[in-house]
């Protein structure tokens, strides 16, 4: 089975009830929609996240979020073939991999591109290089890949994966108040936006906003779950 959710921001709980509740194993998998807050803490912290993952009877395959270092820059992550497209993983926790921005992973018959990041409205709260990173929205060499896959299948797939929506469906009704939207840099929904305008394609589906949320082909998703099927 394949199934998907939203952020998790290294807050485990919900997803050890989950593979309890659905008699889940290692042939299972959940994907985490962006901000899995597996590597944000670093360290023993981190660690100690990644030890209570692996012993669960289940196969993540994560998102790349605006609350967490991307994998590539992290030395013990190597990456490798997984369904068709290549992922982040460490050799020590097999069972938890981080999708490669653009690539296509072949889940269930379906192709499903991966598309992460965003930006992060609390950043000016965080410690650059620490808890916040600069590359955390997809850079220009990450969107030419993504465009040139696309283009290679004909801009059709099956199902998008992402960490945020396209701009015509951010989800305005969570707006936190205290923000002056004018200082959000939006340009990665901006892009997707063009992405969507583009591609044919059945499903799409994303997190970041904390919300559940469906509308059209769209779906975003919090602490709720889906079945990929």
Same mark, same amino acid.
């Given at each position: ?126 410690? +650059? $290089? ?6 955390? #929205?997809?850079?220009? &060499?990450?969107?030419?890949?993504? =465009?040139?896959? *696309? ?25 936190? +108040? $205290? ?6 840099? #939006?340009?990665?929904? &901006?892009?997707?936006?063009?992405? =969507?305008?583009? *591609? ?30």
């Amino acid at each position: 089975m394949v199934y998907l959710t939203g952020d998790t921001h290294g807050l485990f709980t919900r997803i050890e009830s989950f593979c309890e509740k659905m008699n889940t194993t290692h042939e299972d998998l959940l994907i985490i929609l962006g901000d899995a807050g597996i590597n944000f803490s670093g360290g023993w912290r981190d660690e100690n996240k990644k030890r209570i993952l692996s012993e669960l009877p289940i196969t993540l395959l994560c998102i790349h979020g605006n609350h967490e270092k991307r994998p590539a820059t992290i030395p013990t992550y190597r990456e490798q073939q997984w369904h068709g497209g290549a992922v982040y993983a460490e050799e020590e926790y097999p069972n938890i991999l981080f999708a490669k921005d653009g690539e296509v992973y072949d889940l269930n018959g379906k192709k499903a591109i991966a598309i992460g990041g965003a930006y992060s409205i609390d950043k000016w709260l965080r410690t +650059p $290089g620490v808890s916040w990173w600069e590359d955390e #929205q997809p850079s220009p &060499e990450i969107k030419a890949r993504v =465009e040139e896959k *696309l283009q290679q299948l004909d801009w059709k797939v099956d199902i998008v994966l992402t960490h945020t929506t396209p701009l015509k469906y951010e989800p305005v009704e969570t707006f936190l +108040p $205290g923000i002056d939207q004018s200082s959000v840099d #939006q340009s990665t929904e &901006e892009w997707l936006d063009t992405i =969507e305008d583009r *591609l044919a394609y059945d499903r799409w589906f994303c997190g970041h906003f904390h919300t559940c949320k469906k509308v059209d082909k769209i779906r975003l998703m919090f602490e709720d779950y889906e079945t990929l099927e």
